[in-house]
């Protein structure tokens, strides 16, 4: 899966240190509430499009990823800066609530310009 690979401090040619984003959406095809995410997703990534890359992972497919990031339910999203992880959320919320959410992560009060 290509990195998306932004900027630190937002803005292009000023830090000498490059951020990538991945987000991980594990998810379940039995999982009712992993398909009512779906369209939420979505919106979260159209707003993220420029700045995250999303990788969906079937945890019925994939028991590595799932014991690396201590999976324990579904739907859960874990968001990586640089392969480390930044921020969790179990289950899902309203696209503006994670929006939000992920926003403080990747662009904390001290680093918005």
């Known amino acids: ?6 900027p630190c401090c937002g803005k292009r040619n000023t830090c000498s240190t490059m951020r990538n984003f991945r987000l991980l959406d ?3 095809t039995w999982c009712e509430p ?5 369209p939420i997703v979505e919106e ?6 420029d700045v ?6 079937d945890i019925d497919q994939d028991a590595e990823s799932v ?3 201590n999976i324990r339910s579904v ?3 874990v968001l990586l800066e640089n392969e480390k992880e930044i921020w969790r959320m179990n289950g899902f919320d309203r696209a503006s609530a994670m929006i939000t959410a992920i926003n403080g992560v990747i662009n904390p009060p001290h680093e918005q310009h």
């Open 67 to 69: 014991n690396r990031y």
């Open 34 to 38: 992993c398909k009512w995410s779906a």
């Open 52 to 57: 995250i890359a999303l990788e969906k992972i």
């Open 26 to 28: 594990f998810y379940a």
């Open 44 to 49: 979260v990534m159209a707003h993220f499009k």
């Open 1 to 6: 899966m290509p990195q998306i690979t932004v």
């Open 75 to 77: 739907p859960t999203f």
